[in-house]
């Protein structure tokens, strides 16, 4: 396991594309601070300049390469071959791209310090100001990082779910940034409705993608979701489970 663990970590950090891509995410958090301006220089500390739904693309676009792309390429062929099971080599991607989404959570945070003591674009913050949940603007950012990393996990699970079953990684990233902009308003549709009884269709797949949004905008999110921020956690991690082991199971049996 370590060693498939650590080639499929020297392919990541080898590859141009998860560089060039934290580049990208420094630009677009930039690009959300001017747009959204000085007087949500708060908000945007505790959500990281918005980067939760940058980060999730970012993440499919990287998981497309470490599954289906191997399939596509054949190379997934030769590491099967070297492997002592395919348990092993799926565990081992999964494990190299939460690391990745470690790596983006955390320079996001970093990046999200360094314009706030170089307040160039938005107005300098207090960090230990009261803010949401009667929190510390530091406990904020840490807390609303801490869920979007739970968020990112149902988005790892899916992209490895869909990448076991279509060989094509244009169309792996092609339905899941669909799912990604489109899940909430879907979801939201299928509430309102009310093609089935509500107590059950709002524990639905695509509402779990609420659970950012709604930690630090609960007011306004809650009425779409029907759930509590407790329960969109503990939804978005059953489903992250759930789509993981759908994913391997896909992977096992899958012919290459």
């Not at 500390?45 to 993440?59: A, F």
């Not at 062929?77 to 492997?83: E, K, M, P, W």
């Not at 799926?90 to 494990?95: E, G, M, P, Q, T």
């Not at 990233?173 to 909430?184: C, P, R, T, V, Y």
């Amino acid at each position: 396991m370590k060693t498939v663990l650590w080639q499929e970590w020297y392919k990541l950090r080898h590859r141009r594309l998860p560089w060039l891509l934290l580049i990208v995410m420094i630009g677009l958090m930039i690009g959300m601070g001017l747009a959204m301006g000085r007087t949500y220089s708060r908000l945007l500390v505790m959500t990281c300049y918005d980067s939760s739904t940058i980060i999730m693309l970012l993440l499919v676009i990287v998981g497309s390469t470490i599954f289906s792309q191997e399939f596509q390429n054949g190379t997934i062929i030769t590491l099967a071959y070297r492997s002592k099971s395919r348990a092993v080599i799926f565990s081992a991607k999964l494990i190299a791209l939460l690391f990745y989404d470690l790596v983006l959570h955390g320079l996001s945070m970093l990046v999200t310090v360094l314009l706030n003591l170089v307040p160039v674009i938005n107005d300098p913050v207090d960090w230990l100001a009261v803010y949401q949940y009667h929190q510390p603007l530091w406990i904020n950012m840490l807390a609303t990082t801490g869920v979007d990393l739970v968020a990112s996990a149902l988005i790892i699970s899916l992209v490895c779910l869909t990448s076991c079953l279509i060989n094509s990684n244009t169309l792996v990233i092609a339905i899941n940034a669909l799912i990604i902009f489109m899940g909430s308003g879907l979801s939201a549709n299928l509430l309102m409705t009310q093609v089935g009884p509500s107590q059950i269709i709002r524990w639905n797949p695509f509402n779990m993608l609420n659970l950012t949004n709604q930690y630090y905008n609960y007011a306004t999110y809650h009425l779409t979701s029907q759930l509590t921020n407790s329960q969109l956690l503990v939804g978005t991690l059953a489903y992250a489970v759930i789509f993981i082991m759908a994913g391997y199971l896909v992977f096992r049996r899958k012919k290459f």
